[in-house]
């Protein structure tokens, strides 16, 4: 399974197929587009982040192998993994009073009763506490991250696929300046959507502008 259950997984699934009709195309270019070589970029960057991906997961394996334990803390029954959960478990004093009395008798039993300053120690005893472990399971985890490599490959391939949208959003802005070129960003468009679908943060608003790009060329040469 994959490091990423995200975008960047299924694209680095994807790495290392062809961008569709970009060989014959560009074989037959008589001037030069920007769409081309721009495409021929795209698909190197996505065989690096394939490798990239490949690595973080044989280290994300490394990791898994060490058997460590969950990064979470137990406090008063409930199992909490960041620091904001236990501070909103601690400062939770039950239903604000002004609801109170408009709700049925069973609500009450959710009142907490007011803390007598010991009580209020304790806890505060406890929040302390339960952040220390906290810090000391998460600190375990990222000194294991960093040991096997997991953290340095998977920072380079998450930062690698930062690239791979940024190259993407610069394609499709991209005006066409051949038959070619205009061929080309159509059938990108057409293969993103299929592999990605139109709800893709990165690049969604810039879909309807490259499809109207390559519109107005064939327009314009009719």
Same mark, same amino acid.
């Given at each position: 399974?994959?490091?990423?259950?995200?975008?960047?997984?299924?694209? #680095? $699934?994807?790495?290392? &197929? /062809?961008?569709?009709? *970009? %060989? =014959? @195309? #560009? $074989?037959?270019?008589? &001037? /030069?587009?920007?769409? *081309? %070589? =721009? @495409?021929?970029?795209?698909r190197?960057?996505?065989?690096?982040?394939?490798?990239?991906?490949?690595?973080?997961?044989?280290?994300?394996?490394?990791l898994?192998?060490?058997g460590l334990?969950?990064p979470?803390?137990?406090?008063?029954?409930?199992?909490?993994a960041?620091?904001?959960?236990?501070?909103l478990?601690?400062?939770?004093?039950?239903m604000?009073?002004?609801n109170?009395?408009?709700?049925?008798?069973?609500?009450e039993?959710?009142?907490?009763?007011?803390?007598?300053?010991?009580?209020?120690?304790?806890?505060?005893?406890?929040?302390r506490?339960?952040h220390?472990e906290?810090d000391?399971?998460k600190?375990r985890?990222?000194?294991?991250?960093?040991?096997?490599?997991?953290a340095?490959?998977?920072?380079?391939?998450?930062?690698?696929?930062?690239r791979?949208?940024?190259?993407?959003?610069?394609?499709?802005?991209?005006?066409?300046?051949?038959?070619?070129?205009?061929?080309?960003?159509?059938?990108?468009?057409?293969?993103?959507?299929?592999?990605?679908?139109?709800?893709?943060?990165?690049?969604?608003?810039?879909?309807?502008?490259?499809?109207?790009?390559?519109?107005?060329?064939?327009?314009?040469?009719?």
């Amino acid at each position: 399974m994959k490091t990423h259950i995200s975008r960047r997984s299924l694209a #680095a $699934g994807l790495a290392l &197929a /062809p961008v569709a009709g *970009l %060989p =014959a @195309l #560009a $074989g037959g270019v008589s &001037a /030069p587009d920007p769409i *081309l %070589p =721009a @495409l021929e970029d795209l698909r190197r960057l996505k065989d690096r982040i394939n490798g990239l991906d490949d690595a973080a997961q044989r280290t994300h394996e490394a990791l898994s192998e060490l058997g460590l334990e969950t990064p979470s803390i137990a406090l008063d029954g409930y199992t909490f993994a960041d620091h904001d959960a236990i501070d909103l478990h601690c400062d939770y004093v039950g239903m604000p009073e002004k609801n109170i009395d408009n709700t049925i008798a069973l609500l009450e039993s959710w009142r907490k009763p007011p803390l007598t300053d010991e009580q209020k120690a304790a806890r505060e005893a406890a929040r302390r506490k339960a952040h220390d472990e906290l810090d000391a399971i998460k600190r375990r985890h990222d000194e294991a991250k960093i040991a096997t490599g997991y953290a340095a490959a998977d920072g380079a391939a998450t930062e690698a696929f930062e690239r791979q949208g940024d190259a993407e959003r610069a394609i499709f802005e991209t005006l066409p300046k051949s038959r070619a070129g205009a061929i080309a960003l159509l059938r990108f468009a057409a293969d993103h959507i299929e592999d990605f679908g139109v709800n893709d943060a990165k690049v969604e608003d810039v879909f309807p502008d490259a499809i109207r790009a390559a519109a107005d060329f064939f327009e314009g040469e009719a």
